[in-house]
């Protein structure tokens, strides 16, 4: 597979450094082992915490309550608590969550491209 470039347009220093660091905020949100895999399984609706543990291969409880909490605090995810007995909780992307989806649908398209790249060249 062959991998073609554009042509390199002519940026100031301080462009790249702007653009550095919003790619080091944006990391810091979704940075990690866990976070993109339980945004992308949130993006197919709201889940309970269960649904999630089970879907997202590999993580542990504790660092799935973990993950969660922190992205409730950074506005990607939404808790609800259901009123039926016994207590329902469940896990949703926020509006602004749901503005990762570009991101994470690339990241994934990017992702199968270099899975067939890797696998046909070994």
Known sequence: MQVTTKPETPHSSEECKHSIRAVHDAMYVLGGKWKISIIACLLFGAKRYSDI????EGISG???SRELKEM???FLVKRTVGKSQPVMV???LT???ESVKPVISTLANW???HRKCVTKNS
């Open 53 to 56: 543990l089970r879907e997202v």
């Open 72 to 74: 409730e605090v950074n």
């Open 90 to 92: 469940s896990y949703e």
């Open 111 to 113: 992702g199968h491209i």
């Open 62 to 64: 504790k660092m799935l």
């Open 95 to 97: 509006e602004y969550g």
